[in-house]
C-alpha cells in the first residue's frame, strides 16, 4: 500500500515538453502538482523565468501538463509568458539587432528577434532551474549533464522561434499587407509554433497545443514588433529609443 507522501511523487513526462509546457515541469523536486485554476496560475508564475529569479526557489507548486485539463494549462501558460515578457522582450530586442547586422536586411532582423524572444527567456528559466538544484549534483559527469539539458532546450526553443518568425516573414512577403495577408500570415506563424516542437521530438501535435501556441504567439508577436519599431527609431534618428 503506497504511504501519503507517494501521492506528490513526480510523473516522468510521457513526452518531451513544449515552449509553453516549459513553465512548471511535474520531474522537478518533490513539489506539489496544482489542482485547479488558481493552482494552475500559481505554477506558471512560480515557473517561469521571472517567478524563480525574485523567489529564489525551486517552484513549490507545479502543473502536470500531460495530466492536467486544458483550462489549466491555459491558465498556466498565460500566467508564465505574462511574468516572461520582459525577457522576450529584451531577447527579442538583441536578436533584431544581431540579425539585422549580421544579415543587413530586415527579414534577418526577423528572424533574429524570433530567436531571441524564444532563447532568452528559456535560457534564464533552465539556468536558475538548474542553479537551484546545483546541491544535487555529485560528478563531473552530472554537472555537464545539466548544462547539457540548458544548452539543448535553449537551442531547440531559439529554433522555434526563428523558424516561427521566419513563416511569417515568408507569407507577409507573398500575402502582403492586405487583411488576407495579414490573417494568413498569423496562421502560418501559429502552425510552425505548434507543429515545429511537436516534430522536433518526433510526435504529433494535441489539439489543445494549438490554443496554447496562440497565447505564446501574442508574446512574441508583440515583442518582435517592439523590438523592430525601436530599430527603427535609432536607423532614422540616430537615438537610442
Known sequence: MAG???????????????????????????????????????AGWEGSGTGLLTRGKLPDVVLDPHHAA????????????????PQMFGGAVAG????????????GA??????????????????LMQAYEAN????????LSRAG??????????????????AGGVVAKVAGPSLAGAVARTGAELTTLTVAPAA??????????????????VG?????????RLREIYAQTGMRP
Open 4 to 42: 501519503p507522501w507517494e501521492s506528490y511523487a513526480p510523473t516522468p513526462p510521457a513526452r518531451p515538453l513544449a515552449p509553453w509546457e516549459e513553465f512548471a515541469s511535474p520531474t522537478r523536486g518533490k513539489q506539489r502538482t496544482a489542482s485547479g485554476i488558481y493552482e494552475s496560475a500559481l
Open 70 to 85: 486544458w483550462y489549466e494549462k491555459l491558465t498556466a501558460g498565460a500566467v508564465g509568458l505574462a511574468a516572461e515578457l
Open 96 to 107: 533584431d539587432v544581431a540579425g539585422a547586422a549580421v544579415t543587413a536586411n530586415p527579414f
Open 110 to 127: 526577423l528572424i533574429g528577434a524570433g530567436v531571441g524572444s524564444f532563447a532568452i527567456p528559456t535560457l534564464l528559466r533552465e539556468s
Open 136 to 143: 544535487q549534483v555529485g560528478s563531473s559527469g552530472d554537472f
Open 149 to 166: 539539458i540548458v544548452i539543448k532546450q535553449t537551442a531547440k526553443d531559439a529554433l522555434v522561434g526563428g523558424l516561427t518568425a521566419g
Open 200 to 217: 522536433l521530438e518526433g510526435h504529433l501535435p494535441e489539439p489543445v497545443d494549438f490554443m496554447n501556441a496562440a497565447i505564446i504567439l
Open 220 to 228: 512574441m508577436k508583440g515583442a518582435t514588433r517592439a523590438a523592430s
